[in-house]
């Protein structure tokens, strides 16, 4: 351990420099996306359907505001950039403000990621909930997610002893290495998501929807490979040029790429509990052709998330069970009248050839 700035990729104060709106642009656009997409989550909660806010709601607004924040720290750093840096003082003093942004955005970024994380957990158990190995490996991801949080959290604050050493250069003390962090953390974090990603493909593979609504699934998910995509480009990028002295280029892939996949993992999480909000305003992507009882509930079970919807479908089954047992019962019914029937009638002992020899005999 030696005493260094714990942020890699800022070195020197002539690294600040040209952290633009490179950074901004996209992150504000996805921000403002996952916003639209937030917001439309709980009106199809309140309004659509009533007195379904869960747990995993409160986690995605939450990660939302912490995204906010992440997204305002990069606005910050770049109107910081844009000062006038010729005094050597003021260059330490801009400098000790950056790595304090960078050290607040780093704690954002693990607390919103593993908010946003968990919310899929959740979700996944109410989803699946009738599938006892998705809610036992559910709940063993919840767990490999908290850790993986604490450790990204935990790392940060206590990277460097004593902690103000990591934005003040001038305070004596010993740092860990941050590029160590940061790969660990993002290894676990690219081991996660590819587990959320696949865990219920098989099942969801085995539902027969509709089309269209198989086709708005598959972009769901094929918006989850994404983050996937994002968490391996973020950690690929930012190693590759912070090795090659690009320290200034690296912090910015840092920023652009943490942006991206957070709000990117916020709008696929929103996505998943739009269909009743899509079936009140949009009907016709929602559905291609009527369905039957037994069928919607299903289906409500497969995509809505919510417990009941399966308690649903067993009232169906049941209901439907009920009426073939009444329906076996009057066919028993009718079969064992139809047998009386036959017992009742009295044999028939005249026969007309019969008749016909005996007047002949006689």
């Known amino acids: 351990m030696h005493h260094h700035s714990p942020s890699w990729y800022i070195l020197s104060p002539a690294a600040t420099a040209h952290i633009s709106y490179d950074a901004l642009i996209p992150a504000a ?3 403002s996306l996952a916003i639209c997409l937030v917001a439309l989550r709980w009106y199809s909660r309140i309004k659509c359907r ?5 747990c995993e709601d409160w986690f995605i607004s939450v990660a939302m505001i912490l995204s906010l924040c992440f997204t305002a720290l990069i606005g910050g750093e770049i109107l910081l950039d844009r000062q006038n840096n010729d005094r050597e003082d003021r260059k330490k003093a801009n400098l000790s403000i950056l790595l304090k942004m960078i050290f607040t955005q780093s704690l954002l970024y693990h607390l919103a990621i593993a908010l946003v994380k968990s919310s899929f957990i959740l979700q996944y158990t109410r989803l699946f909930s009738l599938v006892p190995f998705i809610t036992r490996t559910c709940h063993i991801l919840l767990v490999f997610i908290l850790g993986a949080a604490a450790w990204g959290v935990f790392g940060v604050v206590f990277m460097c002893r004593p902690t103000r050493s990591y934005w003040d250069l001038g305070v004596p003390g010993s740092c860990l290495s941050a590029e160590d962090h940061f790969f660990s953390t993002s290894v676990l974090g690219i081991v996660v ?30 918006l989850g490979g ?22 200034t280029r690296a912090g910015t892939f840092a920023m652009i790429w943490s942006a991206i996949e957070l709000n990117v993992a916020i709008i696929c999480a929103s996505l998943l509990v ?32 919510l417990r009941h919807l399966a308690d649903t479908e067993a009232a169906v089954e049941d209901e439907e069970e009920k009426e073939d ?5 009057d066919t028993a019914v009718a079969m064992d009248e139809r047998e009386m029937r036959r017992v009742a009638l009295p044999a028939r002992t005249w026969h007309p050839r019969r008749e016909l020899k005996r007047r002949k005999s006689f």
């Open 274 to 305: 739009l269909k009743p909000l899509f079936a009140r305003f949009i009907p016709a992507i929602v559905s291609e052709q009527p369905m039957s009882a037994r069928e919607d509930a299903r289906l409500w079970a497969g995509l809505g998330g």
């Open 50 to 54: 009533p007195g379904h806010v869960a």
């Open 226 to 247: 994404i983050v996937c995509i994002v968490s391996i480009l973020r950690l690929v990028l930012v190693h590759h040029f912070a090795h090659l002295g690009r320290v």
């Open 193 to 222: 998501d590819w587990a959320i990603w696949i865990l219920p493909i098989p099942v969801v593979g085995r539902l027969r929807l509709p089309r269209r609504q198989k086709m708005g699934l598959v972009g769901v998910f094929g």
């Open 29 to 31: 656009m996805l921000t």
């Open 325 to 329: 047992d009444h329906g076996r019962r």
